[in-house]
């Protein structure tokens, strides 16, 4: 046994032959996704490390539903903001008719899910390399400019998005500043709270033998990647592996001494051929 409890890890090469890869999305998700990887041949198993809770209080919501058909555009950070906003619409609130953005496929599918029009949808094609909120600005930017040039007055865009456990915005402000220095004014919401798991026993015996086994972990989230050191700050992360869907996530991994760290498509199909090349 190495000293301190710390387990074994094997060499970061690759050692040819098939991978475990560990699904760190919140639980609704992680269970979707790991199971799509699965359907492309690749051995996972999910481990979620952001808990997703509703808000304590959600009559502020019922509120800003009010100011809904005011809006030139909806935008949703997640699949979760999309259900858990749709979920506090009033009943007596008819479905918005303007437009709803979103940063990927698992958002414009909580949308469809949700009754939202599909003509009304706005988000990056299905084969953008990324799917964050750069890409959906330049599926948006000539319509934002448009409406800036039309409208008498100053149109307006609402952000929906989670808070973190101190019930704060949490997330990026890139969009809202991109959005306010075209000429619109941006206001944003909370829907729902984004937490860190208590990682019971269980839970640490598994993350102790993915470690000692070598498997990858697959991060769509820098936040994730945060609470599993911060949960497990005694074992050897500077051995470790990962896969992160996006290079802000896999600049951060590699600021927090991550031994090994890769980039793959945040796509599913593009995704799994990039993870199977690790094998």
């Known amino acids: ?43 996972c198993e999910t481990l979620p490390l952001i808990q997703i809770t509703p808000l304590p209080e959600t009559s502020v919501l019922a509120s800003v539903w009010a100011g809904v058909p005011s809006h030139l555009a909806l935008m949703f950070v997640s699949a979760n903001a999309v259900r858990f906003f749709m979920a506090a619409r009033p009943a007596a609130q008819p479905m918005p008719n303007c437009r709803a953005w979103s940063t990927g496929p698992g958002t414009d599918s909580a949308l469809l899910a949700a009754g939202w029009p599909a003509e009304l949808i706005d988000s990056p094609d299905a084969t953008s390399s990324q799917f964050d909120s750069e890409a959906l600005w330049q599926k948006v930017q000539e319509r934002v400019d448009l409406a800036v040039h039309q409208c008498p007055s100053k149109p307006s865009v609402l ?42 026993v269980a839970q640490r015996h598994r993350i102790e033998k993915a470690l000692a086994e070598g498997a990858w972990w697959l991060f769509s989230s820098s936040e994730a990647a945060q609470h599993l050191l911060e949960s497990c700050p005694d074992l050897p992360w500077g051995q470790a592996r990962a896969f992160a869907t996006h290079p802000r996530i896999a600049q951060r991994l590699q600021a927090a001494g991550w031994g090994c760290v890769q980039t793959v498509p945040a796509s599913l199909e593009a995704q799994a051929v990039s993870i199977k090349s690790w094998a």
């Open 1 to 43: 046994m190495p000293p301190s409890g710390l387990v074994q890890v094997p060499s970061l090469e690759r050692q040819g032959h098939s991978i475990r890869v560990m699904v760190t999305r919140p639980e609704r998700e992680a269970k979707v996704w790991a199971a799509a990887l699965q359907s492309k041949g690749i051995d």
């Open 159 to 200: 952000i929906v998005r989670g808070a973190d456990a101190q019930g704060q915005l949490a997330g990026r402000d890139w969009l809202a500043r991109q959005l306010m220095s075209a000429g619109l004014e941006v206001s944003q919401t909370v829907a729902y709270a984004r937490q860190a798991p208590v990682l019971n």
